[in-house]
Nanobody
Framework: QVQLVESGEGLVQPGGSLRLSCTVS???????MAWYRQAPGKQRELVAR???????TYLDSVKGRTTISRDNVKGAVYLQMDSLKAEDTAVYYC????????WGQGTQVTVSS
């Protein structure tokens, strides 16, 4: 059973930055990975995806201010978020791109002045 542990939560002011980390208990070699988020009262949405060749795609609303990366050796996936906005407030989760693993506890990102 793969376990996902997200970290990096924080309360930041608009315009601030956060770096989220996700540690996977199993290997991520050969697996497309993604970050998702769920805001209060909303459905979970895909924020960013990274392929095995490190090609990336992003949700339109975060494009240009968010970077997903991966470290296959460490079994980790990262999400660098800059120029944060109030609408980025959500619990952030990582998973494979088909979200077939059990979800971790997520990490809370709150953007507020």
């Amino acid at each position: 059973q793969v376990q996902l542990v997200e970290s990096g939560e924080g309360l930041v002011q608009p315009g601030g930055s956060l770096r989220l980390s996700c540690t996977v208990s199993g290997t991520i070699f050969g697996i497309y990975m993604a970050w998702y988020r769920q805001a209060p009262g909303k459905q979970r949405e895909l924020v960013a995806r990274i392929t095995t060749s490190r090609s990336t795609t992003y949700l339109d609303s975060v494009k240009g201010r968010t970077t997903i990366s991966r470290d296959n050796v460490k079994g980790a996936v990262y999400l660098q978020m800059d120029s944060l906005k109030a609408e980025d407030t959500a619990v952030y989760y990582c998973n494979n791109c088909h979200s077939t693993w059990s979800w971790g506890q997520g990490t809370q990102v709150t953007v507020s002045s």
